[in-house]
């Protein structure tokens, strides 16, 4: 997975200097870098895109069809480069590489929080109110359920987590218990 992100760095520090030269709205350009790395993820489109007797502006034309939003001229110039270049599967490195050059600019980290149930916008915002003063930073929330914690969250920060979630509390009742 080393390769894949060597070979991403260069692309997402130029996309990202590209953007900031530009004065681009980085938050906006998150957005369709992230949609055109959830489209270079499908196995179907890779499998497409291999193909010796597809060329790369019936792949560029696939992908701009697909992509929800309208992609400003911007992406359009760097998705041609990443198929000129034949670097695809290299695409959501790319993506996660521009997001966190994004979030360095911006003093942010992203957070996933993991809960049991799903979390309403006024019980996120505070939440993510207390997260934030915890983690001396703000972040950007994403939230994914995961039943098998029973009831409370789990927060992960980069290489940080808090856990406060009923399965970990078990799972440390049961280590004092056969300690």
């Known amino acids: 997975m080393a390769e894949l992100a060597t070979i991403a760095r260069p692309y997402a520090e130029a996309l990202f200097k590209t953007c900031a030269d530009q004065g681009a709205d980085l938050n906006n350009s998150v957005a369709w870098v992230e949609e055109l790395a959830a489209i270079a993820a499908n196995p179907q489109l890779r499998q497409l895109a291999g193909n010796p007797n597809v060329s790369g502006t019936q792949v560029f034309d696939l992908i701009t069809g697909v992509a929800k939003s309208a992609l400003p001229e911007s992406a359009r110039n760097f998705l041609r480069v990443v198929l000129e270049n034949g670097r695809l599967d290299a695409l959501p490195e790319v993506a996660a590489q521009f997001r966190s050059l994004v979030n ?28 934030e003063k915890r983690f001396g930073r703000k972040l950007n929330l994403a939230v994914k359920q995961d039943e098998s914690l029973i009831g409370g969250v789990r927060v992960v920060v980069g290489d940080e987590v808090l856990d406060t979630s009923v399965k970990a509390r078990l799972e440390q009742m049961k280590a004092a218990l056969t300690a």
Do not use: C, N, R, W
């Open 104 to 131: 360095s600019k911006s003093g942010s980290s992203d957070a996933v929080v993991y809960s049991a149930f799903p979390i309403e916008d006024a019980a996120l915002a505070e939440l993510g109110a207390t997260l």
